[in-house]
């Protein structure tokens, strides 16, 4: 189980705002809850997975701004591939939140 930290950069887009992007990639990500879990965050979206289904869901997400017409993409990758265990995101969360709830 890996988890992936994923910016897709739409450059040379008409107006600043990136939203319509960010719908179009939250949908393929959705068409792909059968293998991976994501959650959506102001400034990135978080893909939990086999790594082989991520670096797929990864491919098909930086691809959609190339679909919609832009002709430059940067796409930011952060990956946290732990083997030792299976950890997910809410694991780490979890973790994190008993040790601030721990009085000692």
């Known amino acids: ?8 950069i739409p450059i040379g887009t008409e107006t600043p705002s990136v939203s319509d992007y960010v719908v ?20 990135s979206t978080l893909i939990e997975g086999e790594m082989e289904d991520l670096l797929e869901v990864i491919r098909q997400v930086h691809e959609v701004p ?13 990956i946290d591939d732990r083997r ?5 995101m809410k694991d780490k969360v979890n973790t994190i939140q008993s040790k601030l709830n721990d009085p000692s």
Do not use: C, W
């Open 66 to 78: 190339f679909q919609n017409g832009i002709q430059r993409v940067a796409t930011n990758i952060r």
């Open 84 to 88: 030792d265990k299976k950890v997910s």
């Open 1 to 8: 189980m890996a988890i992936v930290d994923i910016t897709v």
């Open 24 to 43: 179009e990639i939250q949908k393929v990500l959705e068409a792909n809850t059968d293998k991976i879990h994501y959650e959506l965050t102001p400034m």
